[in-house]
Structure formats: C-alpha cells, structure tokens
C-alpha cells in the first residue's frame, strides 16, 4: 500500500551537488525507518543513509559520512536526500526504502517497500 517515487537524478561534475527526493504516498506511518540505497553498475546494493522518520535520528555510510545529509518533511511525507562534494564513485541508481519495523538498518533485507530508483551520474 506503501508508493515511494525518487527524483533529482542528474548529470553533475564532480565537486558538484544535488538534492535527491523521495516522495511517499499510500499508508505510511510516522514511526517506518526510511533509508536511502544505491546500485552502481555491476556492484550489489550499498547502503547510503538512514533516518527515522519521527525523530530524524540519522547515520550514514563511512563512503559518504560528512558529504551527504538525509532528511526529511513530515508535512510533505518526503524525505531527501542532500548530496555534496560528488564523487565519480558515487554514480549509481539511488533507491529510497521504507522499513515498517523500524529495524533502523543499513541492511536492505530489512527493507518492505522500494522505490523505482533515480540515475544519479558524476563526470570525472
């Protein structure tokens, strides 16, 4: 019952930003875990971020520690996804995800609902 829809995917330079966003509709709930992943071509699924939608806990993958910032906008049911100081390895497919348990995980398995993923492509 849960749709999530990711946008903002773009080319960018490196060194460069971009704001990504997640746009949440159906039956969602205050207390779910949103996180965001990525996938980049031939690779397997990396943890990126992960917020609690209540109380905008956060943590964050070591590779982008300190570059990017997950938040969200409780009035909008959206979260995003602030991108600094792009690197040509982060070039990938960025997925949003929604965890009813709350399980607060960097581990996609325990994720129920995905989006269909914006291209997100930094120039070397």
């Known amino acids: 019952q849960v749709q999530l829809v990711e946008s903002g995917g773009r080319l960018v330079q490196a060194g460069g930003s971009l704001r990504l966003s997640c746009a949440a509709s159906?039956?969602?709930?205050?207390?779910?875990?949103m996180g965001w992943f990525r996938q980049a071509p031939g690779k397997e699924r990396e943890f990126v971020a992960v917020i609690n939608w209540s109380t905008a806990y956060t943590y964050y993958a070591d590779s982008v520690k300190g570059r990017f910032t997950i938040s969200r906008d409780n009035a909008k049911n959206t979260v995003y996804l602030q991108m600094n100081s792009l690197k040509p390895e982060d070039t990938a497919v960025y997925y949003c995800?929604?965890?009813?348990?709350?399980?607060?995980?960097?581990?996609?398995?325990?994720?129920?609902?995905w989006g269909q993923g914006t291209q997100v492509t930094v120039s070397s």
């Open positions: 995800a929604a965890d009813s348990r709350a399980s607060y995980s960097s581990d996609f398995a325990k994720y129920d609902y």
């Open positions: 159906g039956r969602t709930f205050n207390w779910y875990t």
